[in-house]
C-alpha cells in the first residue's frame, strides 16, 4: 500500500473530468488492496475505489474523502469440475481486454465477444459487463470481495450477486446505494476449451453484429478481430488520437422495458426479448400440501430497446453539441458522450439532461445512466 500525491480524477477516468481528491491511495497487491480499505473504512472517511476509470463519471469540485487505486493483476488457471472447461482466476486491477487477448491465445472461448471493453476485471461483475450478446454472467463462477461492513474477506458465488442486466447488488446506481457495499479483490471465470477450430456462433446478435450466417464457423482469434474493428469504428476503442474515445463507453443503458410498451414504440426501433424466468421453484410444507399445483401465473415479458436509436429518433444526431458546449455526441456513435477537449463535468451533465429530456418527450420514457456518477447530478 502506497499513499500517494493525489492528482485530478480527469487525468485517471476516461471521459476527462473530475477534482483533485483529499487522499490517494494505490494498491499493487491483494494485501495491500485489503490493507488500505481496512484503514479507511475504519477512519470514517468518505471513499472511492479506482480501476480503469472507464465507467467513472466525477464532477468538478476536489473529492473530500480517499481514492483507493486498484493496480493489482495476474492470471491464475485452475482446474475445472467440467470436461471440456478450465476455470481462470483474475485479479481485480488486471486490464479487462488484456484478459479476453489472454483467453483468446490460449484458445478459450465465452468472452471474445467483450474484446475491447475498457476497464478493469473486478470492475466487470459489478457492471455486468456485455456485448453483443455476450456476459460475464454466462462465465462468472465467484468472487473474492471484502465487505465494508466487517473487513472481513470472502469468495461469494455468482448467484449471490443478483446480476442482471448492467447491475449487480455490488452497483451504485445513480440515486441510490448497492444493496451490498463491497470490493472485488479476484474475479473466477470458467470459459470453454475450443483451441483455434472454427466453430458456428451460437449467439444471434453477436451472428448480426459480424455479418455471420448460422452456418459460418469462426475463430475466437476471428471474432476478437472483428469485434474491435466494429467497435473502433464506433469510437468505443480508446486512442488517445481520438476524442470519439474520449468517453465512458454508453452514457446511456439500453431500456428494460414491457412488451406492451415496447409495441408503442416505432416498429423501426431495434429490440431483443430478455429472457424470462423459467426456472422458479415452487416449494410446498409437506404437512399442508394437498396435491394442487397453481397455474403459473402469466408475466408480461420484458423487452430491451436499443437506446442509441431512441437518442438518434428524437433528433439527436451523432456529433450533435449544444452552443458554446465542449461536450457532444459521438461523431460515430449516438449512444456515447463526449469530452471533446477541456469540457467541464458540468457541460456533459447538461448534455446529458438535454438527451433525456428530448427522449422522454418523443417516446416516453427516461434513458439511465449507465457510469457512476461521483460529485455530478443529472
Same mark, same amino acid.
Given at each position: 500500500?502506497?499513499?500517494?500525491?493525489?492528482?485530478?480524477?480527469?487525468q485517471? $477516468?476516461?471521459?476527462?473530468?473530475?477534482?483533485?481528491p483529499?487522499?490517494m491511495i494505490?494498491?499493487?497487491?491483494?494485501?495491500?488492496?485489503?490493507?488500505?480499505?481496512?484503514?479507511?473504512?475504519?477512519?470514517?472517511?468518505?471513499?472511492?475505489?479506482?480501476?480503469?476509470?472507464?465507467?467513472?463519471?466525477?464532477g468538478? *469540485?476536489?473529492?473530500?474523502?480517499?481514492?483507493?487505486?486498484?493496480? $493489482?493483476?495476474?492470471?491464475?488457471?485452475?482446474?475445472? &469440475?467440467?470436461?471440456g472447461?478450465v476455470? %481462470?482466476?483474475?485479479?481485480?486491477?488486471?486490464?479487462?481486454?488484456?484478459?479476453?487477448a489472454?483467453?483468446?491465445?490460449?484458445?478459450?472461448?465465452?468472452?471474445e465477444?467483450?474484446s475491447?471493453?475498457?476497464?478493469? %476485471?473486478?470492475?466487470? &461483475? /459489478?457492471q455486468n %459487463?456485455?456485448?453483443?450478446?455476450?456476459?460475464?454472467?454466462?462465465?462468472?463462477?465467484?468472487?473474492?470481495?471484502?465487505?465494508?461492513? *466487517?473487513?472481513?474477506?470472502?469468495?461469494v458465488?455468482?448467484?449471490?450477486?443478483?446480476?442482471?442486466f448492467?447491475?449487480?447488488?455490488?452497483?451504485?446506481?445513480?440515486g441510490?446505494?448497492p444493496?451490498?457495499?463491497? /470490493?472485488i479483490?479476484?474475479? =473466477?471465470?470458467?470459459?470453454?476449451?475450443v483451441? *483455434?477450430?472454427?466453430? !458456428?456462433?451460437?449467439?444471434?446478435?453477436?451472428?448480426?453484429?459480424?455479418?455471420?450466417?448460422? +452456418?459460418?464457423? /469462426?475463430?475466437?482469434?476471428?471474432?476478437?478481430?472483428?469485434?474491435?474493428? $466494429?467497435?473502433?469504428?464506433?469510437?468505443?476503442?480508446l486512442? &488517445?488520437?481520438?476524442?470519439d474515445?474520449?468517453?465512458?463507453?454508453?452514457?446511456?443503458?439500453?431500456?428494460?422495458?414491457?412488451?406492451?410498451?415496447?409495441?408503442s414504440?416505432?416498429?423501426?426501433?431495434?429490440?431483443?426479448?430478455?429472457? !424470462?424466468?423459467?426456472?422458479?421453484?415452487?416449494?410446498? &410444507?409437506?404437512? =399442508?400440501?394437498?396435491?394442487?399445483?397453481?397455474? !403459473?401465473?402469466?408475466?408480461?415479458? +420484458?423487452v430491451?430497446? +436499443?437506446?442509441?436509436?431512441l437518442?438518434?429518433?428524437?433528433?439527436?444526431?451523432?456529433?450533435?453539441?449544444?452552443?458554446?458546449s465542449?461536450?457532444?455526441l459521438?461523431?460515430?456513435?449516438a449512444?456515447?458522450?463526449?469530452?471533446?477537449?477541456?469540457?467541464?463535468?458540468?457541460?456533459?451533465?447538461?448534455l446529458?439532461?438535454?438527451?433525456?429530456?428530448?427522449v422522454?418527450?418523443?417516446?416516453?420514457?427516461?434513458?439511465?445512466?449507465?457510469?457512476?456518477?461521483?460529485? %455530478?447530478?443529472l
Amino acid at each position: 500500500m502506497l499513499e500517494v500525491e493525489p492528482v485530478a480524477l480527469a487525468q485517471l $477516468t476516461t471521459l476527462r473530468t473530475g477534482g483533485v481528491p483529499d487522499r490517494m491511495i494505490e494498491a499493487r497487491t491483494s494485501d495491500d488492496l485489503v490493507k488500505a480499505l481496512r484503514d479507511v473504512w475504519g477512519s470514517g472517511d468518505a471513499w472511492l475505489v479506482l480501476g480503469g476509470g472507464s465507467n467513472l463519471f466525477a464532477g468538478d *469540485d476536489p473529492f473530500e474523502g480517499v481514492v483507493v487505486r486498484i493496480l $493489482t493483476s495476474g492470471i491464475e488457471r485452475l482446474p475445472s &469440475p467440467r470436461a471440456g472447461f478450465v476455470r %481462470v482466476r483474475v485479479q481485480a486491477g488486471h486490464d479487462w481486454d488484456a484478459l479476453v487477448a489472454y483467453a483468446v491465445e490460449e484458445g478459450l472461448a465465452g468472452i471474445e465477444a467483450m474484446s475491447g471493453i475498457p476497464g478493469t %476485471v473486478g470492475a466487470a &461483475p /459489478v457492471q455486468n %459487463v456485455g456485448a453483443y450478446g455476450q456476459e460475464i454472467i454466462q462465465t462468472l463462477v465467484e468472487v473474492e470481495l471484502i465487505d465494508e461492513s *466487517d473487513g472481513e474477506v470472502r469468495t461469494v458465488s455468482a448467484a449471490e450477486l443478483a446480476l442482471g442486466f448492467r447491475t449487480s447488488a455490488l452497483k451504485r446506481h445513480y440515486g441510490s446505494v448497492p444493496e451490498r457495499s463491497a /470490493v472485488i479483490l479476484s474475479v =473466477t471465470l470458467e470459459l470453454a476449451e475450443v483451441g *483455434d477450430a472454427p466453430r !458456428p456462433i451460437a449467439g444471434a446478435q453477436l451472428r448480426s453484429a459480424l455479418g455471420l450466417a448460422e +452456418s459460418d464457423a /469462426v475463430t475466437v482469434a476471428w471474432i476478437r478481430d472483428h469485434v474491435l474493428a $466494429t467497435r473502433a469504428r464506433k469510437g468505443m476503442v480508446l486512442d &488517445p488520437d481520438d476524442p470519439d474515445t474520449y468517453s465512458a463507453g454508453s452514457f446511456f443503458q439500453n431500456a428494460i422495458v414491457s412488451s406492451s410498451f415496447a409495441a408503442s414504440l416505432p416498429a423501426e426501433c431495434p429490440r431483443w426479448p430478455v429472457a !424470462p424466468d423459467l426456472d422458479t421453484v415452487l416449494v410446498f &410444507p409437506l404437512s =399442508t400440501f394437498d396435491g394442487y399445483v397453481p397455474a !403459473p401465473v402469466e408475466q408480461e415479458t +420484458s423487452v430491451k430497446v +436499443s437506446a442509441a436509436w431512441l437518442i438518434e429518433h428524437a433528433g439527436l444526431r451523432k456529433g450533435f453539441r449544444l452552443p458554446r458546449s465542449r461536450s457532444a455526441l459521438s461523431t460515430k456513435h449516438a449512444l456515447a458522450l463526449t469530452n471533446r477537449g477541456g469540457a467541464t463535468a458540468a457541460e456533459i451533465a447538461e448534455l446529458a439532461r438535454f438527451i433525456q429530456g428530448r427522449v422522454q418527450a418523443e417516446f416516453g420514457l427516461i434513458l439511465q445512466p449507465e457510469p457512476v456518477l461521483v460529485n %455530478v447530478e443529472l
